[in-house]
């Protein structure tokens, strides 16, 4: 089973960027899809972005244009740069892995961003 360390959250001021990574304790070569959810109390987890093995992006509404999701195998990181930040972006964000293996979730990292 991956294991999955994000980090590179924090307080920011609406407006700014941060860039969140996620390490993988497996090489991400074999991970077919790697994504970054978000969840806020009384709301169900929602996807931010994913991003297959062969570089095929999926962003949900709330981040396309703003987010912009990469991986780098070589490190077996997956990172999300988050650019025009909202308050609505607060959130606990959590890395994803799915491959043969099964699906697998980091423990999350915060962000809130401030008005």
């Known amino acids: 089973q991956v294991q999955l360390v994000e980090s590179g959250g924090g307080l920011v001021q609406a407006g700014g960027s941060l860039r969140l990574s996620c390490n993988a304790s497996e090489s991400t070569f074999i991970i077919n899809v790697m994504g970054w959810y978000r969840q806020t109390p009384g709301k169900q987890r929602e996807l931010v972005a994913t991003i297959t093995s062969t570089q095929t992006t999926n962003y949900a509404d709330s981040g396309r244009g703003r987010f912009t999701i990469s991986r780098d195998n070589l490190k077996n990181t997956v990172y999300l740069h988050m650019n025009s930040l909202k308050p609505e972006d607060t959130a606990v964000y959590f890395c994803?892995?799915?491959?043969?293996?099964?699906?697998?979730w980091g423990q999350g990292t915060q962000v809130t961003v401030s008005s």
């Open positions: 994803n892995a799915r491959y043969f293996k099964g699906t697998y």
